[in-house]
């Protein structure tokens, strides 16, 4: 049901609409002159604002006040400009602290569920998120919520991952190329082209912007060995706080060198200073920014500090790979492991060496911008459809 304005009135700095349901909204008069959809202050095509700040007067008043129907409010200000608003639009944009945190709610859902060994590994036909939106948003959806999701039956070439960035919007491109392949290489210039064990890792804290998503393809598994871990770094962040919140406190606030030199899509030398645990101004956990094979011998803290940072960086490893935290399992040939490369962290065991790759994955990176934008779009195309049903 379209909501209604009963009434409308303007006071001081503010119009206050009384909607049909009783309950009232306050609106500040600047915000309203400088939210005017008319096509003077609005680029509808664009969706963009064109009215600057130079044309706004923060002492605007509302001069006459017009309800249309209890639909639409019409506004003729101290400056004599008219504008009009929509009550839908009032509505979704009202000031409460309720609607806000509502809206909040809605916009970064969904809240998200912490594991550990006890993961129960969400999957999904990789087919089935291909062609059928629903899928696709339930997925999205699920990783941002768990953090991993394995995505089944997808053909054993190279190529898949590509596909998968064309449905989600495009790739994140990096020094290792558009996708890049995990095998044993010769003269490898990456720790994970070997046959050694990975330990828990997040990929590229080199990067002002690591990567947000990681895609992992397995074409070829070997007989023994290579099974893939991962574990969630914001629930093991949550238990070194508890545990020790000095530990916690320095690999919060240490900014770690990580340092990667090499050649592959070109040459590169990239420097970068990342907080292990990377925490915003509520002091929740955003990014977990670890890479031991990459942590820079430069490292530009005072001497007295150093000792103290090795043991909050031990505590933290320890709990990164106790039986308790990790989850283990092995990839087959045509599955796709996708997960938050800013939450999870991932390692995989050791294999024998061969002569000829035994166990070849094809790799892939996304922003989580690109990731969400999708998630939204699908949203409203979905709830679309549903409301046409409704009709
Ligand atoms: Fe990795
Ligand atoms: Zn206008």
């Known amino acids: ?84 608003y929509e009550a839908e639009w009032l509505k979704e944009r009202c000031f409460s602290e309720e609607a806000r945190a509502a809206r909040r709610a809605e916009l970064f859902l969904p809240e998200r569920q912490y594991w550990g ?20 948003y339930k997925w999205l959806c699920t990783l941002k919520k768990v953090g991993i999701v394995l995505l089944t039956g997808a053909a054993a070439r190279q190529g898949e991952l590509i596909r998968l960035g064309h449905r989600v919007g495009f790739l994140r491109l990096t020094f290792y190329g558009p996708t890049w392949q995990v095998q044993d290489k010769a003269d490898a210039n990456n720790i994970a082209y070997t046959t050694g064990r990975l330990c828990f890792h997040t990929d590229y804290p080199v990067l002002q912007h690591p990567p947000g998503v990681q895609f992992l393809h397995c074409i070829k598994q070997t007989a ?40 592959d899509y070109c040459d590169f030398a990239v420097h970068c200073k990342q907080r292990i645990i990377d925490v915003d101004s509520r002091g929740q956990e955003i990014r977990i920014n670890y890479n031991n094979a990459t942590r820079d011998t430069v490292f530009d803290i005072p001497a007295e500090e150093v000792r103290p940072f090795y043991a909050a960086l031990k505590e933290f490893d ?3 790979n106790s039986e308790e935290h ?50 939204h779009t699908l949203r409203r195309r979905l709830q679309g459809s549903t409301d046409t049903a409704a009709h």
């Not at 017009?66 to 009009?84: F, N, P, V, Y």
């Not at 060994?117 to 998120?129: A, V």
């Not at 919140?245 to 606030?253: D, K, M, V």
Request: proline fraction near 5%.
């Open 224 to 263: 023994a060995g290579g099974e893939s871990e991962v574990v969630d770094g914001f629930h093991v962040s949550h238990k070194l706080k508890e545990q020790n919140p000095e530990a916690y406190q320095i690999l919060s606030s240490t900014a770690v060198d990580y340092v990667d030199v090499g050649e």
């Open 326 to 375: 990790k989850f283990t399992f092995l990839l087959k040939p045509g599955d796709v492991v996708t997960f938050d490369n800013w939450r999870v962290l991932h390692g995989r065991r050791g294999f024998p060496a061969s002569p000829e790759a035994t166990r070849l994955l094809e790799g892939a990176y996304a922003d989580w911008d690109v990731l969400m934008s999708r998630l």
């Open 1 to 84: 049901m379209a909501p209604r304005v009963r009434s409308v009135e303007a006071r001081g700095h503010f119009v206050f609409v009384r909607w049909e349901d009783g309950s009232e909204s306050r609106y500040p008069c600047v915000w309203l002159r400088d939210s005017c959809r008319c096509p003077r202050c609005f680029l509808r095509s664009a969706g963009a604002r064109r009215l600057r700040p130079q044309q706004l007067e923060l002492d605007i008043e509302a001069r006459r006040l017009l309800l249309r129907g209890g639909a639409q409010i019409c506004i003729t200000w101290s400056d004599e400009h008219t504008s009009e």
């Open 117 to 136: 060994s006890d993961l129960q590994l969400p999957k999904m036909p990789f087919e089935e998120i291909m062609c059928n939106d629903e899928s696709a």
């Open 318 to 320: 320890d709990l990164l």
